[in-house]
């Protein structure tokens, strides 16, 4: 099986997921229809749908190749999430939630804008970028253990941390620990 975002997400929320069908997902600096992206693999192998948000409109022909995702070329600070997610009958708890965006306070911004929704997240990948700026990482991680989230795990590129993996203490187990 051929997986697609650049630095394993997706193969981490396979591996916490397992063979999850027909899943759901939210998928906000999405770039790339398909290369390098993190919701691509589980809309292609596992059926599962979701909105992706995306500012750079050079991606919006390649996301035409989506049929089961909704794409906005939109601000990810402006998006109204709840919105989005009521128009698409999303439930009120999603598989998986990929924020990705430049800079990490931007990113910042549209992950507190998302987890205030009321909407819960089975697995979420954010982008820290902590080699970048040092601010949003553990303001984050406050915020996620308060609402009922742990803290799984970092990914790293060449020794530079990245992302942080959580998941919601309603399917934790210590198995899903990344080493």
Not at 52 to 72: C, F, L, Q, T
Not at 131 to 145: G, V
Request: one cysteine or more; hydrophobic letters at 35%; charged letters at 25%.
């Amino acid at each position: 099986m051929k997986y697609y975002s650049q630095l394993g997400q997706d193969v981490i929320v396979d591996r916490i997921l397992g063979d999850k069908r027909n899943g759901t997902f939210v998928d906000v600096g999405a770039s790339f229809y398909d290369d390098m992206n993190n919701s691509y693999y589980f809309e292609l192998n596992k059926g599962w749908r979701g909105l992706a948000v995306e500012i750079d409109s050079r991606y919006n022909e390649g996301w035409k190749n989506r049929p089961n995702s909704v794409y906005i070329n939109e601000d990810a600070l402006k998006v109204d999430y709840k919105a989005e997610f009521e128009k698409m009958n999303l439930p009120s708890t999603i598989d998986y939630l990929s924020v990705d965006l430049e800079p990490p306070e931007v990113t910042y911004q549209a992950f507190c804008k998302i987890m205030s929704t009321g909407y819960t997240f089975n697995v979420i990948t954010f982008e820290v970028d902590y080699y970048r700026d040092t601010s949003t990482r553990d303001p984050a991680r406050l915020m996620m253990q308060g609402m009922g989230y742990i803290l799984i795990g970092e990914v790293y590129d060449r020794g530079l941390h990245i992302d942080d993996v959580y998941v919601h203490n309603s399917i934790y187990d210590p198995s899903m620990n990344l080493a």
